[in-house]
Nanobody, 124 residues
Framework: QVQVVESGGGLVQAGGSLRLSCATSGRTFSYYAMGWFRQAPGKEREFVATISRSGANTGYADSVKGRFTISRDNAKNTVYLQMNSLKPEDTAVYFC?????????????????WGQGTQVTVSS
């Protein structure tokens, strides 16, 4: 069984930055493509960013491109989401997910393991 645990959320003013971390355990971290998703109240969970097993390939939602950066450290079993120039519309619960087969993906259903989420609140 794979465990996924996010950390690093919090309250920040618009224009500020946060870095989310996601640690996994239970199997070799480099087996997984990883993704970040978010869900705002009353809305569906949406794709934010994804990274391949090696870290060589990344992908972003248009809404965060140029502001967010996904990265991973396979030696530390951790994936990160650096969020800069935050906007109130970035407010959501952010989820980390691991995919055990295939490459990185933008689809919620492609991921096998999910964390509990971490709240990010951006005040105006």
């Amino acid at each position: 069984q794979v465990q996924v645990v996010e950390s690093g959320g919090g309250l920040v003013q618009a224009g500020g930055s946060l870095r989310l971390s996601c640690a996994t355990s239970g199997r070799t971290f480099s087996y997984y493509a990883m993704g970040w998703f978010r869900q705002a109240p009353g809305k569906e969970r949406e794709f934010v960013a994804t990274i391949s097993r090696s870290g060589a390939n990344t992908g972003y939602a248009d809404s965060v491109k140029g502001r967010f950066t996904i990265s991973r450290d396979n030696a530390k079993n951790t994936v990160y989401l650096q969020m800069n120039s935050l906007k109130p519309e970035d407010t959501a619960v952010y989820f980390c997910a691991a995919r055990s087969s295939g490459g990185s993906s933008t689809y919620v259903d492609a991921y096998d393991y999910w964390g509990q989420g971490t709240q990010v609140t951006v005040s105006s």
